[in-house]
């Protein structure tokens, strides 16, 4: 299986997300990246708007529903927001949405810091594996993986590679 190219994937997810933006009449959303991939893919995206919105991050590990099963990542990092939650438009982005746990996870976390007007999600891969019904509004490309395949997003230049669990 060939992967997408991410360069290509975010210049169309800015278009895309330009046009959800406009349709829903939000003129200045707040950018917030899931660490570490989503950082990485908030930035990308960020540049291809040409925008210098403020970039908010969020370390969802102490939020986790399998926290007591992995434990704590040795390079947990606090989350920063550098603007209010509270009745703001958020634009919530990760790199690759498997089993919906982390966005869960994601928006517990922003609900503890205030109740936002909206949440947007854009997921650079969508692996249509979902456990919870989450589905992103804009999405770089859907894929479907065998049980023991996975894609890793490496950065912050965005390179994909597929991983295979079997071997």
Not at 65 to 72: C, E, P, V
Not at 81 to 93: A, N, R
Request: aromatic share 6%; hydrophobic share 45%.
């Amino acid at each position: 299986m060939s992967l997408p190219n991410p360069a290509e994937l975010i210049s169309q997810m800015a278009t895309q997300l330009d046009a959800y933006l406009a349709k829903r009449g939000i003129s200045e959303p707040r950018y917030i990246g899931i660490r570490t991939g989503g950082v990485w893919v908030a930035q990308a995206l960020l540049e291809a708007l040409g925008s210098d919105a403020p970039l908010g991050t969020l370390d969802v590990s102490f939020y986790r529903d399998d926290f007591s099963q992995n434990g704590l990542h040795p390079q947990v990092r606090p989350s920063a927001l550098p603007f209010e939650i509270e009745g703001q438009h958020l634009v919530l982005i990760d790199d690759v949405l498997m089993s919906g746990r982390t966005i869960r996870a994601a928006m517990n976390e922003l609900f503890d810091y205030g109740r936002p007007a909206s949440v947007t999600l854009v997921c650079l891969l969508d692996l249509d594996a979902g456990e919870l019904p989450i589905r992103p509004n804009v999405v770089g490309a859907t894929l479907s993986l065998a049980a023991h395949e996975r894609v890793k997003l490496s950065g912050p230049e965005l390179a994909l590679e597929l991983q295979d669990l079997a071997l």
